[in-house]
């Protein structure tokens, strides 16, 4: 009998030394050529949560993409620099590099509400994982224990931090680093066992409002 998640040893997730947060043009640029050479990279979103019932969120306001080795982090508030949008735009709305995420349908919804951005390429691993007769999708949390036999930290309390502060802590950068990556290592091992990628379906996207226009 598998042993229970808490049980299980932790997940060792990317070193500090290993996320940069992007702030340049030229880390921007950096980014996208380490970005757009692969195959697939880790994906994800964060935005501050809301509290209030009727509340509507103005995330993301962060981006995190991350490759085997490495990860990086966009910070994004009512408004994003120039050189940090085209960034985006040249690696979400190629479909290659894949990106890898769990639970990627409101992040992609977010993304396009905020800042018109079609994302492309988007394989959500909790959909992948899917098996028949499964009523709840599969989290980077199960995943982990169930392909690696380890436990990885999601904390409540920094998922619910606030993602919008000008300045995050260093938890905070490690939390979000690993959810990107760490959905890439799910996928490469699951690709490992044998297994193939069904065809790729985009995440409908909300219809414009009606103008009255005619």
Known sequence: MPAAEDELPPYNGIAIADVQLVVTPEQAVAARDALLVCDAIGFDTESKPTF????????????????DKKAWLFQIG????????????????????????????????????????????IVDMSVV????????DLGAKTAVAKFFGLKLQKSKKIST???????????QILYAADDAQVALRVYRHWLGLGNQLPPLKPVKLPKPPK????
């Open 161 to 171: 931090t606030n993602w919008a502060l000008p300045r995050l802590n260093e938890k």
């Open 129 to 136: 994982l899917r098996t028949p007769g499964q009523r709840n």
């Open 78 to 121: 009512h408004s994003t620099e120039p050189h940090i949008r085209a960034m985006l735009l040249a690696v979400l709305e190629r479909p290659l590099p894949l990106k890898i995420g769990f639970g990627l349908a409101d992040d992609v919804k977010r993304l396009h509400a905020k800042l018109d951005i079609r994302a492309a390429g």
């Open 52 to 67: 209030t019932r009727g509340e509507t969120s103005t995330g993301p306001h962060l981006i995190q993409f991350a490759t």
């Open 211 to 214: 103008t009255g226009i005619s």
